[in-house]
Structure formats: C-alpha cells, structure tokens
C-alpha cells in the first residue's frame, strides 16, 4: 500500500483557545494576527502549512516554558482523553516518547502492540480500527510498515490520527521536532542550509523533513549515491548532491540518516566501509561546516558507519536533544488536536 504526499488538508475553523493549562501569554496587539488552523489528522508533513508548522513549535515552546522547574512536569491539559499508541512496528523511542508526551499531558494512554494481539493472529486493521472505535479513542498514534496504513485508519475512526510512521512514507512528528531543534540554536529557518546525508530511498524522516523545513523556509540537500535516492526525487523541494564534501562546506546543519538494511532486499553500495568513506561524518567533514553548525540524526545511530562516535557525542552534536525535544513537540501536536484548538491567533507572547 502506497501513498503519494499529501496536499496540505484545510480544516474548519473553529474558536480561538487561549492555550494549555498552566501556559500564559500575552494577548497579540496591532495589525491583525495572522490566523492557522489544524488539520483533523496528521498524517504528512504537508498537512501543515508554515503559519500552523510555524504554531506547533511556538506552542511547544510554551509548554516547555510551563513545565520547566516544575516539580511534577504536567499539565492538565487532556485529563479524561484517551490517546491510543498503534504500533504495528517495533518502536522504542517514538513509542515512549508518545507515551511519555500524552501522560504529561493527563491523558489515559493505551498500548498496543501487533505482536501478541489479535493481529498476530489475522486480525485485520480495519477489525482493529472498529474496536478502537468502540473503545472511544480521542487519538491514535499509528506506526505501521505499510506505506499509507495511517491514513486509511483516519477514514474508519471518529478520533484524531497521527502517523507515526509509515512504511518509507513519512514521519511528520520527527520532521517537527527537528525544525523545533533546528530553531532553537539557529533562529528562523529561513535561507538556513540544511544537508540531509544518507539513506533517502527508505527514509520517512528525510521525506517529512524536506517537506517541512522547505515550508519554513530552509534550503535542504539531499546526498546519497544513486542508488539510494528514489524515483523522482529531482521533483522534491530539495537540491541533490552526490558529493558530501562540497555540500557541506558553510551548511547550517547536516542531519545524517541511518541506512536501513532491514528494508534493503538488494546490495545498495559495496561494502560498509565504502559507504563511510564516501557518505560518513567524521571530524574532518564536521569542521567543514559553518563554525555554529550543528549535527543531528533520528536515531538509531549505526556508529562507525554513518557516523563516527567522536562526531556523535562531540561539540555540536543535538542527537540527545532532538530525543528530549520530541516529548516536547509531541505534547504540542496532541494538545492541539484534542483541545479543539483548529484556529488560533499567531503572535500571542511566550
């Protein structure tokens, strides 16, 4: 099951919400706000235009603001919601990350795990949509193997549904807490240059992020060798490059993705130690980059190959923040599509 990028899904509008429990700010004066409304489901990066991208992160940023020095980090925010966690895929640190987001936020979270359910014995996920139904979901966090699963789950439940994964789709909410990071040591991401290293073909982070740092204004590279870029790609927002040396000289941050070889069926390069000498992070790429440059990576990290460990726990590398900073961005997106928050005043102080 595949399913091409989505065009960016238009929501109704609904009243304006003053934001999370706990979170205050100050009301927005002069011209009018610019205004952004939340789509009902997340399934693409290209669901979210740059003001509601651009509102996510602001949003994020405040309930980091709230939690931050409290003794118990949470916000009542969602108390009485149920947030489902879907994982057809094995998962450790989006699934936890979810889990951890939506308790934070005082919701009751469900686990679900394909393995020992009544999946592993035929159960179909339309069967399974049904009983998430009538278990009345608010949302469900789905991580499927299957190219498009998420959005053919949006069209059998009442409740929001966020992909969290699917097949070499996409990954939206990886995409954001990227940018959430990329902002947070770079500013605005406008004219920033952003070189996205590695295994495209199999990467829904490299699909969502391209998407979602083009909307807001980066300009990302993309650089593999051949056979590991997919068809089509000259058709992204996206420069490309087969020479990571020359990419990266001056770039604001290089972002560097595991090679998948669960997903290859075939030899997509020669040997790994091939691949590193022509498409790895060691030092003396790393000082190519502009002197506040940072590094990142989505994890897991095959260290030695994509990535020297020097490199990875080293000065400007984020690989650690990016994961505390998807609790954060997580928080944000599940406050705002359960809240009800679908049209919101951009510019309110944080």
């Known amino acids: 099951m595949t399913v091409a990028m989505q065009p960016r899904e238009r929501a109704a509008e609904g009243p304006a919400s003053a934001g999370p429990a706990g979170v205050t700010g100050t009301a927005p004066t002069g011209p009018t706000p610019q205004r952004v409304r939340m789509p009902r489901h997340l399934l693409s990066a290209s669901d979210l235009d740059r003001a509601t991208a651009e509102h996510v992160l602001s949003t994020a940023q405040r309930i980091e603001q709230a939690i931050s020095g409290r003794e118990v980090r949470k916000l009542p925010t969602l108390r009485g919601r149920t947030v489902v966690n879907l994982f057809f895929e094995d998962s450790t640190r989006t699934r936890i990350s979810f889990e951890v987001a939506a308790k934070r936020l005082s919701a009751d979270v469900i686990n679900f795990s394909a393995k020992g359910s009544s999946v592993s014995k035929g159960e179909s996920l339309k069967?399974?949509?049904?009983?998430?139904?009538a278990m009345g979901a608010d949302a469900v966090v789905c991580r499927h193997s299957s190219s498009g699963a998420p959005q053919q789950l949006s069209a059998w439940v009442d409740g929001h549904v966020i992909n969290a994964g699917d097949g070499?789709?996409?990954?939206?909410?990886?995409?954001?807490?990227?940018?959430?990071?990329?902002?947070?040591?770079?500013g605005g991401l406008d004219g920033r240059r952003v070189v996205v290293v590695g295994d495209v073909l199999h990467s829904r982070v490299a699909r969502s992020n391209v998407?979602?740092?083009?909307?807001?204004?980066?300009?990302?590279?993309?650089?593999?060798?051949?056979?590991l870029l997919p068809v089509g790609v000259t058709n992204w927002p996206a420069l490309v490059s087969y020479d990571l040396d020359s990419a990266l000289v001056g770039a604001d941050a290089v972002m560097m993705l595991r090679v998948q070889r669960e997903r290859m069926s075939g030899a997509f390069f020669p040997t790994e130690r091939e691949y590193s000498r022509s498409y790895g992070l060691d030092g003396r790429r790393r000082d190519l980059i502009a002197e506040h440059g940072i590094v990142l990576h989505p994890g897991p990290m095959n260290r030695g190959m994509e990535i020297t460990p020097q490199?990875?726990?080293?000065?400007?590398?984020?690989?650690?923040?990016?994961?505390?900073?998807?609790?954060?961005?997580?928080?944000?997106?599940?406050?705002?599509?359960?809240?009800?928050e679908t049209d919101a005043a951009m510019g309110a102080g944080l």
């Not at 069967?127 to 139904?133: E, F, I, K, S, Y």
């Not at 998407?211 to 056979?227: C, F, K, M, Y």
């Not at 990875?312 to 599940?334: C, K, Y």
């Open 168 to 186: 070499t789709h996409e990954h939206p909410t990886q995409a954001l807490l990227d940018a959430y990071t990329l902002r947070r040591h770079l």
């Open 311 to 340: 490199v990875a726990d080293g000065p400007g590398s984020v690989i650690v923040e990016q994961v505390a900073n998807g609790v954060t961005v997580r928080m944000a997106v599940l406050y705002l599509l359960l809240s009800g």
């Open 127 to 133: 069967d399974t949509a049904w009983t998430l139904q």
């Open 211 to 227: 998407l979602l740092l083009s909307t807001l204004g980066a300009e990302v590279t993309l650089v593999a060798p051949p056979t």
